[in-house]
């Protein structure tokens, strides 16, 4: 599922929180955007040691540790990150996937029904939701939430390819190959992978 995670993560780095102030956290930005994550983890912490709870650093520090594989301290401040805004769904999402990273999936659930929970949550929350409910064996669950995303966002080939599968692995193949196809059209990479192996 490496796919998989690539693309969540270029979906959520999209959503790097841009911070407000702060040479250190501007620094840190610079360098997270360049790719040299450990810079951007010293530029961090030395505006975050004069400045403890700013969200957005926090965040995005924690972004940069993701980044490295080092989820137990992403996920440390994540969970700071979120104790200054508790209806970031940023932040939940980046949570509930940290959380699958780690194989933590009923932990990833609970992040991305938070997410869920708050007013105007995007696709993604539902596609986050759907994917922990599909790993922890609740397909009926998941494929409702696949389903709940891919009716937000029709552009969502992510989902239909999750949902493609979770239909071919419970017996309902046409439905699925339905699936796959519209995700290829959608220009999900692993898609047609899926589609020669499953659907001819």
Not at 18 to 47: F, L, P, R
Not at 120 to 132: D, S, T, V
Request: hydrophobic fraction near 35%.
């Amino acid at each position: 599922m490496r796919v998989f995670q690539w693309v969540f993560a270029s979906l959520i780095g999209i959503m790097f929180l841009v911070s407000c102030s702060g040479g250190e956290s501007n620094k840190g930005d610079s360098y997270y955007t360049q790719g040299d994550y450990e810079n951007a983890i010293v530029a961090y912490d030395t505006y975050l040691s004069t400045k403890p709870k700013d969200f957005k650093a926090l965040y995005n520090r924690g972004r940069a540790y993701e980044e490295l594989g080092e989820y137990e301290k992403a996920e440390q401040d994540f969970l700071l990150a979120l104790e200054q805004d508790r209806k970031n769904t940023q932040i939940l999402l980046s949570l509930s996937n940290v959380y699958q990273k780690q194989k933590k999936h009923n932990n990833a659930l609970l992040y991305a029904e938070y997410a869920v929970e708050v007013p105007g949550a995007p696709a993604m929350a539902y596609f986050m939701k759907a994917r922990a409910l599909h790993q922890i064996g609740n397909t009926d669950e998941a494929y409702k939430e696949y389903s709940t995303a891919i009716k937000m966002d029709k552009d969502f080939g992510m989902a239909y390819y999750y949902r493609g599968m979770l239909k071919i692995a419970t017996d309902n193949k046409r439905s699925g190959c339905e699936d796959l196809r519209a995700a290829v059209k959608l220009n999900y990479e692993e898609a047609q992978e899926a589609l020669n192996k499953y659907c001819n």
